[in-house]
């Protein structure tokens, strides 16, 4: 029997540059493949057409919010299944409430440290990538 590396893909629409770097060079670094879209729109167009493992969410987007783009997600069949960390710098309990409301499984707040993220991360999904699967 075979053994192949199970690759885990990421959805990380963020529209801060920066933060879109230090959460890509994290996760890669860890063996995540990670995919930016930096509007809410891009990000539901990519999904028409994958389905990641995980979707990280800012919730401040310049075209459609998140809370839109994490509905669509959890009103899609073939997507409700997929967990979703929102990352934002809003903070607020009515927020929060919102968003897990929504189905989203954890709202983290920015700034956070990019450990703390990438263990939330593996904790959900309940393995790291590059686990061996038999094929």
């Given at each position: 029997m075979t053994e192949i590396k199970k690759i885990v893909q990421v959805l990380?629409?963020?529209?801060?540059?920066?933060?879109?770097?230090?959460?890509?060079?994290?996760l890669e670094k860890n063996g995540f493949l990670v995919t930016i879209k930096d509007r809410g729109s891009e990000?539901?167009?990519?999904?028409?057409?994958n389905k990641p493992s995980?979707?990280?969410?800012?919730?401040?987007l310049p075209d459609i919010s998140g809370y839109q783009?994490?509905?669509?997600?959890?009103g899609n069949p073939a997507l409700k299944d997929i967990p979703?960390?929102?990352?934002?710098?809003?903070?607020?309990k009515d927020e929060i409430d919102k968003c897990l409301a929504l189905g989203a499984?954890?709202?983290?707040?920015?700034?956070f440290n990019p450990t703390e993220l990438?263990?939330?991360?593996?904790?959900i999904l309940g393995e790291k990538p590059g686990s061996k699967v038999q094929a």
């Open positions: 990380l629409v963020e529209d801060d540059p920066s933060v879109a770097r230090l959460v890509q060079f994290k990000a539901i167009r990519w999904l028409s057409s995980l979707v990280l969410l800012d919730l401040m783009v994490l509905e669509h997600v959890k979703v960390i929102v990352l934002s710098s809003r903070g607020q499984r954890e709202h983290i707040l920015k700034p990438l263990d939330k991360i593996v904790s």
